[in-house]
């Protein structure tokens, strides 16, 4: 019997990030988020404690001003009084050391320790990479302007979250820092260029400034083959900084390319377009690697490929019951046509949310960086293409896991104990899983030799979203599934 294979996404592509072997997770994102919550909490306990201390020295200080004022206008007279004189005394020897005492207490070792505990949870410096180029993915994908995502005013983002959700000069600059570490001088120039805009419109930063981002611009878009922008930045650099040594060096190379490359313009007549090719040639995102890249986003942003009205007809939602099986005989499921070439099933409200919200319990504390099957080594190894989290649950680890395995038998009518274990896997922010195939081909007959099921003939997925938990089947490989049932509108 021939595996199948499935997964369960229990957080679909929501607004972590990945770099190199890392990914942080929504479920982990979000413990993230308490965490910071409790943070504050300390840090306002620490402020209110070093409030109260200060309150407590300057109540103190204000009455031996009055004190010492009146004292010192008649000393005699005052230390003529046999109380003034005792009192002088007890403060002096005690009072004033007490008063030491409290100036000298440390009002934030519960914070610090709090923080120091809490520290070893905090991402960093390659999960803020992750985040970044995470958040680039997304720009692509969707095409986003830079100065929507700056805004915070994201399609389908409410306006309490796009008003908490701004990006600062800061952090469009490190954006931009991020792309340029990766030789990504297209997105360097997008962010770099959001960032002066924000300075330019009054927006003040405590740790960048425009000749510093100016100097990032003018080499990225050079490096993209701009010239003239090239030169545009540098000179308005230069007249921020006359002295800059590497832009007054710059100024005078670029001049000369500029010249050079005119020069040659004007010899090749009747090739000026092909002449100025060289500012548009290396312009815009890398190389892709990928040659499904467009039809992929296109997908993502809901565009793509369309049925023709006669297939569309001939797609149905039916309650299906897989040839009267028992369990579905009373209660059938709800079942839809998705795609007919490959044919592709949904169903409808196939796991409860108390049943997949003790799959995320199990699945949470196992998560790791999703893994691909290596076909010239033959072992599992992370991929930048496939950028999540999975855990993978065994039916004997749970009852409900069980009962997941058993309700997809159940429907699909295929044989589970040949099945790899449930895989549940998160996305995070901007995760992906470029495409693929699930099943091994011909060049990878061995791909599956250590299961010892075969090669995989389905795939079922299990999306879980705020409205329900929808399943839905497709072929791995070669097979199809035949209707069981006449068609019924619902």
Known sequence: MAAVCWLIHCLLFTSSSAHNDFFTSIGQMTDLLFTEKDLVTSLKDYIRAEENKLEQIKKWADKLDVLSAAATQDPEGFL???????????????????????????????????????????????????AAKALMRLQD??????????????????????????????????????AYSEADYYHTELWMVQALKQLDEGEMSSTVDAITILDYLSYSVYQQGELERALQFTRRLLELDPTHQRANGNLKYFEYQLAKQKKVE??????????????????????????????????????????????QSRLFCRYYNNNRHPRYVIGPVKEEDEWDRPRIVRYHDIVSDKEMEKVKELAKPRLRRATVHDPQTGKLTTAHYRVSKSAWLGAYEHPVVDK????????????????????VANYGVGGQYEPHFDFGRKDEPDAFEELGTGNRIATWLLYVRDSGVLGTLYPSGKGDYQDQTPPVQF
């Open 80 to 130: 003529g009084h046999p109380v003034n004189a005792f009192k002088l005394m007890k403060r002096l020897n005690t009072e004033w050391g007490e008063l030491e005492s409290l100036v000298l207490t440390d009002m934030s070792d519960v914070f610090i320790s709090n923080l120091t505990i809490q520290r070893q949870h905090f991402p960093n410096d390659d999960d803020q990479t992750g």
């Open 141 to 178: 994908t969707y095409q986003l302007d830079t100065n929507i995502i700056s805004t915070g005013e994201l399609p389908g983002s409410s306006l309490a979250a796009s008003h908490q959700s701004a990006l600062t000069v800061d952090d469009c600059y490190d954006l931009g820092k991020v």
């Open 266 to 311: 004007g010899k090749e007549e009747g090739e000026e377009a092909e002449g100025r090719g060289q500012k548009g040639e290396t312009r815009g995102r890398p190389d892709d690697y990928l040659p499904e890249r467009k039809k992929y986003e296109e997908l993502c942003r809901g565009e793509g490929i369309r049925m023709t009205p006669r297939r």
């Open 404 to 423: 997941i395995n058993q309700r997809i038998e159940d429907i699909t009518g295929l044989d589970v104990t040949t099945a790899e274990d449930l895989q």
